[in-house]
């Protein structure tokens, strides 16, 4: 069993004004030994951190997941 830091981040309202959006952009989210392939279709500030809408790139559905973790690619849709 391997242990899962807490890379989750406070976002102080500096950071939300600087923020740059990731919706439309594209990346993976591990769940277990699954990695799905999903598309950032909204995104929203809670509790000071920054959580991500994603869908799936097939298949049906969507989820709220916290940003830490998706991991992005570097090119957008």
Same mark, same amino acid.
């Given at each position: 069993m391997s242990k899962q830091r807490n890379k989750a981040r406070t976002f102080s309202a500096q950071d939300k004004r600087d923020h740059r959006s990731v919706v439309g952009r594209v990346g993976? &989210?591990?769940?277990?030994?699954?990695? &799905?392939a999903v598309r950032v279709v909204a995104e929203r500030f809670r509790y000071g951190r920054l959580d991500l809408q994603v869908r799936p790139l097939a298949g049906k559905g969507s989820r709220w997941v916290e940003f830490h973790n998706v991991q992005l690619?570097?090119?957008?849709?």
């Open positions: 993976s &989210v591990s769940i277990d030994d699954i990695s &799905v690619s570097k090119r957008k849709g």
